[in-house]
């Protein structure tokens, strides 16, 4: 069974700082994983998204690696901004294009100015 | 991409009362999904809403109690029936668009209290 981990649970940091979050899971055969942020009392927006076959994504500010071999994924924030606190969820989808998303409980992110 | 529209954004319920939520979206797809996000957790995938099928729902979830429509390939509701405090929880619609290689995309929310 497909479990998903993220930690830190919390994390506060000043504005400008680079910053990680870490996401590992259990079962290495995944289809894709796709990271989310999360805003309170909202849903979630898509943020990158990353097929099994690729090593990382990149939007703007965000870079987004996957080592399927060992179970983790790591969204990297470039110059944080207060804008960018929210709650960032992965989750993984597999082994195959069918298979359900499996969702993380996420990382709060706290930016402060 | 696609736009999601889902009402209500919250509500506050009686117990053993039911509350249907609606999604609405911008463009014709195949599935969408319901899930649950309780207070402090993640989402859990409620079911799969097919049009033209009965729903696929996952394990711990029943018909009886989150009866699901799909008239269209842009529109959905859930049921939540008989509801009682636990029930109270972020019920979220999404769709994935252009395919199972592509993103998925999610509604607002609704933001249920059982009283």
């Known amino acids: 069974k497909q479990e998903v981990t993220q930690i830190p649970a919390a994390l506060s940091v000043p504005e400008g700082e680079n910053l990680v979050l870490n996401c590992s899971f259990t079962?290495?055969?995944?289809?894709?994983l796709q990271w989310f942020r999360q805003d309170p009392g909202k849903g979630l927006t898509s943020l990158l998204l990353i097929q099994s076959s690729q090593r990382e994504q990149t939007s703007g500010r965000l870079n987004a690696s996957l080592d399927k071999s060992s179970g983790r994924s790591t969204l990297y924030i470039a110059a944080s901004q207060p804008g960018d606190s929210a709650t960032y969820l992965c989750a993984v989808r597999g082994p195959s294009n069918t298979g359900k998303l499996i969702f993380g409980q996420g990382t709060t992110l706290q930016v402060k100015p | 991409s696609a736009v999601i529209s889902q009402k209500p954004s919250r509500d506050i319920c009686q117990r053993g009362t039911s509350l249907t939520i609606q999604c609405q979206v911008d463009?014709?797809?195949?599935?969408m999904f319901w899930y649950r996000q309780q207070p402090g957790q993640s989402l859990t995938l409620i079911a799969t809403a097919n049009q033209g099928s009965e729903a696929t729902y996952e394990s711990g979830f029943v018909i009886d109690k989150f009866p699901i429509s799909r008239p269209n390939l842009t529109f959905s509701t859930l049921t939540v029936s008989n509801m009682s405090p636990e029930d109270s929880s972020i019920y979220l619609c999404s769709v994935q668009a252009g395919g199972l290689n592509e993103k998925l995309f999610f509604g607002s929310g609704t933001q249920l209290s059982v009283l």
């Open positions: 463009s014709q797809v195949t599935m």
């Open positions: 079962d290495s055969a995944i289809y894709n």
